[in-house]
């Protein structure tokens, strides 16, 4: 899934916001079920004890890409495989797993070398001191207990078949494994967040040692546009630094500097350490300028109003489920989604990988990230579920296109919200830590209903006709009536009048139409069917009308943008082939909101004086991989889309 060298690599890396040369070890590795779990007494670690199966890493057993297809309860696995790892004298090598599902503990030439729990964020450890001339040998056990539902599982189903809305499992390795060089003083992690107001760019840089005499220089540039070459003494652990950015140019030609959906502008970022000897370490980041906040009402992008058009993504797919195909899918994915008139994405209960956000940065689209639910409330699963959030926080918070945090949905996992006072206050404690750890985006405590701490109102509503959503949220009156006294799904949308306020609102679920004249196979369909493809588009502008008329709606979240498996409400097939033309679908997503009437005309900026370009999402070329010519829409009327924010 990728090349050795940074030079001759065709996809992004699996780490792209602090990039070096990397080793790619996917590919074929041997496998085994430890259904007795005797695995560890008889230390396979040390003493493997064989094979006939041979597993391709990193799709999970349960899917037919892994060769192994195996769909049954296992819940401990091991894998094994040997991989030459020569670092250069003085250098480190550092073994990297981008996720294992759920527990993992890794040995190296017969070493444990680190343990690690939680299925969707990475760990890595260093391996030098335990190498060996040769070849070296790697060992794996995953753990993943189906029936365990004090574990932040998300989708994943806990019963042997799926059913209703949730699928098939994924065990084990399912993200990139891979080794890299580094130095014996290395650049451990980096943060940036940007202030516009200020004109600045904060950077935070962590090492995993101080030495006397380092030095840290920092290079931005836009494109060929060099920004800045600034160096600072290193006299801790982290080095924080603010970068300044010309002001005036930010001011006067925000569709050139700024990052949104509409124009996702990049800064490449190279640091290098360096000590009186020389240089020490150099990798390879990207940042952007944006910002984003809530006021009056309105999510604001770049301290803009910005009306939301997202669709609800479960980034699974029928072969090899939460593990995507191939590296190629995932920018086939993102342009699939913009070529239909969407500006960002719902993450629906999946951390997704660092290469598919590295697309959305790049192509331009708004990520709203989710934490995937246990499904019991307990001490347990309160700490198995605060561990893997802060590290999804750590790892993904410096990513442009990620723009709210949500650490539950649905109450799932605390179920009881409107009679328990201790897990409303998980939910306000979650809300809490988000905003310590990254005050700079949206945080929705719980999303869908029973809300009780969040910056942005949800709302889950499957009505099936146009006009009972015009009924709900057709004025402001009607919203607020909605929020308070309506219950569209059998909850309360708040549970105490001042968490609404000035808060935005948001339909972040709706639709899930079904064509049936597109099902195959068992189907699970609660939220309406509609015979042809012209009955579902008849249906889809309906819905999708009422929620632009509204002047209280600040956006939306259709669902869903695919099929998956037995829920077969997708804009397009589990194989991605779009049910209905996609340009029809993108007219009508386009179409200018009430709650945002300055798309209509766009919004003057002083200094800039040609022409307004087109406020549509911008349409992204055909790749191989992906969506092939034919599929990809025309231009919609200027008129339609967002400003230039």
């Not at 800064?267 to 910002?291: C, I, K, W």
């Not at 910056?455 to 009536?481: K, P, Q």
Request: proline share 8%; aromatic share 8%.
């Amino acid at each position: 899934m990728a090349a050795d060298t940074l030079d001759s690599t065709p996809v992004p890396p699996p780490r792209p916001l602090l990039e070096r040369p990397w080793v790619d070890l996917s590919g074929q590795w041997e496998f085994r079920n430890d259904d007795a779990e005797v695995g560890r007494k008889d230390s396979w670690g040390s003493s493997w004890p064989g094979s006939e199966l041979v597993i391709e890493v990193p799709y999970p057993p349960e899917s037919a890409l892994s060769g192994i297809n195996d769909k049954g309860f296992h819940p401990v696995v091991w894998y094994r495989r040997t991989f030459p790892c020569s670092p250069r004298p003085g250098h480190r090598a550092v073994l990297h797993f981008g996720a294992v599902d759920y527990r993992a503990a890794v040995w190296v030439n017969g070493h444990l070398m680190v343990e690690h729990e939680g299925g969707h964020t990475p760990f890595a450890a260093d391996i030098t001191d335990v190498l060996e001339d040769g070849e070296q040998e790697v060992v794996v056990r995953a753990e993943d207990q189906p029936r365990d539902l004090d574990q932040p599982r998300g989708k994943q189903d806990w019963l042997l078949e799926p059913h209703a809305i949730w699928y098939h499992r994924t065990t084990g390795i399912w993200q990139t494994v891979w080794w890299e060089e580094t130095p014996p003083t290395r650049i451990e992690s980096l943060h940036w967040t940007a202030d516009l107001e200020a004109g600045t760019l904060a950077l935070a840089v962590r090492l995993n040692r101080v030495m006397p005499g380092l030095r840290l220089t920092v290079r931005l540039s836009r494109g060929q546009e060099k920004l800045t070459d600034d160096s600072y003494a290193v006299l801790a652990a982290e080095t924080r630094r603010e970068i300044g950015l010309p002001r005036g140019l930010l001011a006067l030609q925000r569709r050139q500097w700024m990052w949104s959906p509409d124009h996702p502008n990049l800064l490449d970022a190279e640091l290098e350490l360096a000590d009186d000897q020389g240089f020490v370490d150099h990798v390879r980041s990207y940042t952007a300028l944006r910002s984003m906040t809530t006021a009056d009402g309105h999510f604001h992008l770049n301290h803009r109003p910005y009306f939301l058009r997202l669709v609800l993504e479960q980034a699974y797919w029928p072969n090899s489920h939460l593990a995507p195909p191939s590296t190629d899918a995932l920018r086939a994915e993102a342009e699939l989604i913009k070529s239909l008139g969407f500006n960002g994405v719902r993450m629906h209960q999946k951390i997704c990988e660092p290469q598919l956000l590295y697309w959305f940065d790049r192509l331009g689209l708004l990520v709203w990230a989710e934490m995937p639910a246990a499904y019991e409330f307990s001490e347990r699963a309160t700490g198995r579920l605060v561990r893997e959030w802060l590290e999804v926080l750590e790892r993904d918070r410096s990513h442009p296109c990620v723009m709210a945090w949500v650490p539950f949905n649905e109450s799932w996992g605390v179920p009881d919200l409107l009679i328990s006072p201790t897990q409303r206050e998980l939910v306000r404690a979650l809300y809490f830590l988000t905003k310590a750890v990254d005050p700079t985006r949206p945080v929705i405590g719980n999303d869908g209903w029973e809300e009780v701490v969040t910056d942005i109102i949800t709302v889950h509503d499957y009505s099936i006709r146009g006009a009972t959503l015009r009924e709900r949220y057709g004025s402001r009156a009607a919203v607020l009536e909605t929020l308070l006294h309506v219950q569209p799904v059998y909850h309360r949308v708040v549970l105490a009048e001042d968490a609404i306020g000035e808060r935005p609102v948001m339909i972040t679920e709706f639709g899930g139409i079904t064509l049936a004249s597109a099902t195959r196979g068992r189907v699970w369909g609660a939220y309406g069917s509609t015979p042809d493809a012209e009955a579902f588009l008849s249906r889809y502008r309906d819905l999708v009308d009422a929620l632009l008329d509204s002047p209280g709606i600040t956006g939306f979240c259709y669902t869903q943008l695919t099929d998956t498996v037995q829920e077969q409400n997708g804009l397009l097939t589990e194989d991605r082939e779009p049910k209905v033309p996609v340009e029809v679908i993108r007219a009508i997503n386009c179409r200018t909101s009430a709650a945002v009437p300055a798309d209509e005309i766009g919004a003057f900026q002083h200094g800039q004086y040609n022409p307004v370009p087109d406020r549509v999402p911008q349409q992204p070329a055909a790749v191989e991989s992906g969506v092939n010519a034919t599929q990809m829409p025309a231009a919609v009327p200027e008129r339609a889309g967002s400003p230039p924010v």
